[in-house]
């Protein structure tokens, strides 16, 4: 197994979940900040050029979150999604769907108009607005956390690593509120030995 890579993106969040699995697997860096996802040996991995892509017996997948279900499902043993066919399976599949949609956009958002992009290509209004979806995102994470230890309960699921890996992003982004429960959620992420070793780079 092989997983194309680039530190601080979205990427890493498959590096975590690896690290949580005890997948052994070879980890290929590609600075994509710099073109080399648009080199030819990479657009034929991944069409878009972006990270993560993950090679798996001659399968290439594409997409985080994607990537994490399947992991969680072939890898998991049960442990880090619930059962196929519960409530609790389709809730998962809510925030495995609901980080990409929702929360990654706003901070893409962000981080083009006021990190990535030349002056003269920035909007304001466009992170104004980003930011204020952004806060509505974070409520609901806030929410699913306030009375228990993870999003979907007392278990650490791969919902908690994409949840874990935006908020992480969030921060780099500017967008981090002040809410003590999603505090305090972030820290138990953040400590786990497999997201320090993910993000270490």
Known sequence: MKL?????????RVRWLLLELGVPHELNTIDVFTGEGRKAEHLAL????????????GIVLIESAAICMHLA?????GKLAPPLGTLERGKYYEWMVYVPA???????????HTVFLPEHMRVSS?????????????????????SQPFILGEQFSAADVLVGSTLAWSRAAGAWGDDPALSAYAERLESRPAFIEAHSS
């Open 4 to 12: 194309h890579y680039s530190p601080r993106t979205r990427a890493a």
């Open 46 to 57: 991944h069409p878009h050029g972006f990270v993560p892509a993950l090679e798996e017996e």
């Open 73 to 77: 499902d072939r890898y998991g043993d």
């Open 102 to 112: 929702m929360a990654d956009p706003c901070l893409e958002t962000i981080m083009f």
């Open 126 to 146: 466009l992170v104004e607005r980003a930011r204020k979806r952004w806060k509505k995102v974070e409520a609901r994470f806030a929410s699913a956390v306030a």
